[in-house]
């Protein structure tokens, strides 16, 4: 039976319950499920508790991410591989689904390279940051999860990777799961978050996206706004690795993955 | 190959790098380890950082706990599968081991009974506490462990358990220990902590016992001060679940485990 991989977004109101319930409900008809998670509103919240500032950096050509500094990086680890996986893997042990929570670091799921030297624009100019602990994925252990998998258990997984100094790493969820799911030989890759999926005039939600096909890929990542950037660029990262769909869909209503492989949300969609 | 189980100490003075060695060296030469970890020393520092009080719980019989309240519940969790567990996963995949991190919550691992009112001294004078978020450990899923032996992978466990309810418990990591040492037969339980060993006359380290045989087992609970109540407790719970012989011994030192293996500590043996 083919995996299906799902991301559940990690910003404010992503709804893990009902994430949760279809997860469950799907392992319980028989379809594998490994579900990767983000982290973003548990690691501010912890960070905010602690006292330490949070900071984004934007890319020269837009994209946006945490600035993880040794300091955050202690926090996130703990809200990543502590808090949400954890909260996501007791959610789904209620529901009856044998979840196991691991984070990229375990048994080398996810091996990332440190990005030592990021180039960031701050009020229109570029800096170096040479601190920041954020990789650049590079490979899943897939053996890992279909060892979990064929002995019945549902793997969640934090994003964080192992780099070459054997540090952790702040990873994209989005990327993670993308590479996830392309180790995997899935099918489908499901991205849920807090907007109805890519739209052609954010917030404009009448302006959804509702296909983009390969010829389409170019136009699609001009258009996303965001943190969508990189959603898009996840899909196109899992299509180049073999996946035949993404979706982009709503997480903030009720049966969201059912609703996505149902047809909601924006299919990105392979030429295989 | 019979499973060795180590536990390595939560507190402050624990040298989590000298055990990790030991580990990745047995590991290496063939022996499975399961390593389990306390996290007391990271989960006051966290709380302290985010401005959570840290308090002990005394019971009537002198055993001392961490009052787990919903707050102090969330930053324990952090502490344990996040930061402890990972920054212990990352050394040993730098040495070359490859862990795997769990908690007692994945894949059902660790199952515990909250103690929904917990008897406590306080002055003198007894309380009730009804808010507490501690576990009895009840079983261990040797299932999912044997899994990840069998497929040459090092499993290291953070101190959670699954209540009833799907919650996330903080569960004694000695008792863990021993729970998870009788779950997988094994010979011999190791448990690694800031102390020599049982001592005699507390703290004078010169009055360390060097065994401790099944008729000593009362003596040895009444002459455990602090902390080493626990241990001791988790020592004769290992026993009766069938392990031939418990070690506490000193991880402030070079071959914490070796040297434990070697002799050194306080051996409690069985009968068989």
Sequence with gaps: MNTLVVKAGG???????AICQDVA???GEGTPVVLVHGTSAAADALAARAGVPVRQLTSPSGHVSRYTDPETL????AAAAGQVNKQLVAI???????????????????LAQRKTAVRAVENGRQRII???YTGKLETA???????????GYTPVIAPLAL??????????????????????????????SNVAGLLANFPD????????????????????AGRMKKKVLAAREALAGGVHQVILADSRRFAPIRSALAGEGTWIVSSQ
Excluded: F, K, W
């Design 11 to 17: 910003g404010a109101g992503v709804d893990l319950d």
């Design 25 to 27: 409900a799907l392992v």
């Design 74 to 77: 202690q926090l996130y680890v």
């Design 92 to 110: 789904l042990q209620g529901l009856g689904c044998n979840a196991v929570g691991l984070s990229g670091v375990d048994g080398r799921l996810l």
């Design 130 to 132: 040479r601190d920041d």
């Design 141 to 151: 252990n897939a053996g890992l999860l279909a060892l979990l998998l064929g002995a």
């Design 163 to 192: 780099g070459a100094e054997s540090e952790c790493l702040n990873v994209d969820g989005d990327r993670a799961a993308a590479l996830v799911a392309s180790s995997l030989e899935a099918a489908t890759l499901v991205i849920l």
């Design 205 to 224: 939600e009448s302006s959804l996206v509702r296909c983009v096909t390969p010829g389409g890929m170019d136009a699609a990542e001009q258009m996303a």
